[in-house]
């Protein structure tokens, strides 16, 4: 057997692929479509294991499809856009578009060498006016449908990346890129109103039977529908009950009204505020001293003693003279 010499081998095979465009695909194919793509690469250094064990994982998937008859579309692009190449860029000393581009040439000679099977014609690159420009028209007809606006919202913030990360890229408390402890910060920042959509895009996650549970699972808390409820608050007004109300006597007839009084003559009452146990009487002071609370702080005290277990057992002998006076406060017989 002829010794294997992967260098010549294997680039004499790939200039082959790349002069026949093997794996360049047409739409008008009468062969069972299939597409496949991977998470595209950040160019913010040079391809690493990492890569390959990811990449490798779709480029077999993509050939075994081949093998089976599908008219596969395997594309690549480059996530290059945004605050991390800028960053990356920054600690190099170089000019963000210099450093990109150059990440991105070496980065797809060494993907070219792997012989991955992509649809290399179809290449995109994110920093590049005519992808982002797509980016801008989408955002421009949301905004004309109200459906982006802006607001200040709390988000995760790393310190030495100078950028937001999703609650997905803070791992124990750190960067999931640098592991700089991640703070909370206050930005003013665009907003999708996806809850718009919400009833519409969990419908239409029944229709993914062949996709795992916990990613059907993540995206559903991803959209986040929540059902509240609506709750409506009344208050009887005082004599205006009917005969079934009048039965009640005490303990519920009179009850709400007497709670008004009592809240009626919140301000009216002097300091100190009056101690009630069961079989006392207070009979409060002829003049108010001169550093009685303010009429607020009163109200909220007496609300709040209106509220209590004792409360319940007693009332104002005349409700009429309570607006007009303080009036001594008495337990019920």
Known sequence: MPEYKPQTIEQKWQERWRAERAFEVTEESSKPKFYCLEMFAYPSGHAHVGHVRNYMIGDVVARLKRMRGFNVLHPFGWDAFGLPAENAAIKNGTHPETWTLDNIAHMKGQLQRLGIS????????????????????????????????????????????????????????????????VITRELEQWFFRITHYADELLDGMAQLGEWPDKVLTMQSNWVGRSEGARVKFALEKSGARGAKSETRGAKSGTQDAERLRILDCAPRIPHPAPRITTGSKYSPPAST??????????????????????????????????RSSPRRIAPLA
């Not at 989408?138 to 459906?147: A, G, V």
């Not at 009685?292 to 109200?299: D, E, G, I, N, V």
Request: hydrophobic share 30%.
């Open 118 to 181: 992509y649809a290399w014609e179809r290449e995109i690159a994110t920093c590049l006016p005519d992808y982002y420009k797509w980016n801008q028209w989408i955002f421009l007809k949301m905004l004309e449908r109200d459906l982006a606006y802006r607001k200040r919202s709390s988000v995760n913030w790393c310190p030495s990346c100078n950028t937001v990360l999703a609650n997905e890229q803070v791992v124990n408390g750190g960067c999931w890129r640098c592991g700089t402890p």
């Open 289 to 322: 001293p001169s550093t009685a609370p303010t009429s607020s702080s009163w109200r909220r005290s007496i609300r709040s003693f209106a509220s209590s277990r004792t409360h319940r057992r007693i009332r104002p002998r005349s409700a009429p003279a309570c």
